[in-house]
């Protein structure tokens, strides 16, 4: 985020359309790059909350699984916050994925697929 | 086959980014450097290379021709008037299309090798058997794109097929820049670019009216404005591809005048 951005945000004015361009190309490379298409994408998101579900209980509402990519990787990232353990307790940083626990402490992050480059036909 | 020959795909995915202007500059550039350089039109279709080198009017046969074994190479050849370092090896009849094969497209980009030090083969738009036929003759490549997300989506299809197809190394050209735009942030910027598509940069090229005159008269603006901006980035790419280290211009000291600081500043990242 540039000092414009947030002036822009500050006078709830549009943003500058560079980053939006930037936002929007982000998202679409991610989807070209894997082939995969949004049905399959949601199918996946609901299965994958499923299985959590089955040994937490998450947020179904909130549940995102998406796809980023950086340096021409793509991954899967699926960000579940976890309401409490079905044990009743919420003891999220011995379970979870610790690698970026200090970003989002009430939150699950799951790195799935590890990368792949895109293949096209 | 010579092999110090660089054969180098100039493609872009998207059409009408400048691939022909970059690849009839470079042509330009190269030559003047003193390496011999063959140009090939590959885009059989919609051919245009000939015009932006003012050498339409000298075809006499094509690489249908050659192809065919109704003429030698050289006779097919058109020499650049100016520099005599270059030459063109124009694109044949659209109905090529029909039956080329990749291997005819390996056997023309052989026999330039010979000859040549350079071979730039100008690759037609799209990812079908026009730009695949041309990227299995090729070595390395060229991805020409703009600052554009439509530019910049096909340019990421291309690089991916060049990536499967272990064509390396695989350089990025940013054309069309302009340097206000970007100052505003209207535009995605050089690092935007660079990161989404993730490839090594071999220049920029700022946007420039003199383009278009120079296309009017089928001269290169390489050839005689050299003081042009986007000829100056032009001669820059030609130097770095041969392993000159000239640093890229900086977008943002483009522009003068009130305001320039201002701009920016507002550029930068906070996070």
Known sequence: MTLRDIINKLLRRQPASASTARERLQLVLAHDRSDLSTDLLDKMRREILEVVARYVEIDMEEGAVSLETEDRMTALVANLPIKRTL???????????QEKKEEKPEEMEADFIDSKESTPN | MASDTRVILICSGKGGVGKTTLTANLGISLARQGKTTAVLDADFGLRNLDLLLGLENRIVYTAQEVLEEECRLDQALVKHKQESNLSLLPAGNPRMLDWLKPDDMQRIVEMLSDQFKYVLIDCPAGVEDGFKNAMYASKEAIVVTNPEV????DADRVIGLLNTNGIKPVQLVLNRVRPKMMANQEMLSINDVKDILALPLLGLVLEDEQVIVSTNRGE????NSTNAPAAKC???IARRLEG????????AKEISGFGAKFKRLMQ???F
């Open chain 1, 87 to 97: 044990n009743g307790q919420i003891k999220l940083n011995e379970t979870v994925n």
């Open chain 2, 150 to 153: 439509s530019a910049v989506r």
């Open chain 2, 220 to 223: 290169p603006l390489t050839l």
């Open chain 2, 234 to 236: 032009y001669l820059n």
């Open chain 2, 244 to 251: 000159e280290d000239i640093p890229l211009i900086d977008p």
């Open chain 2, 268 to 270: 930068t990242k906070i």
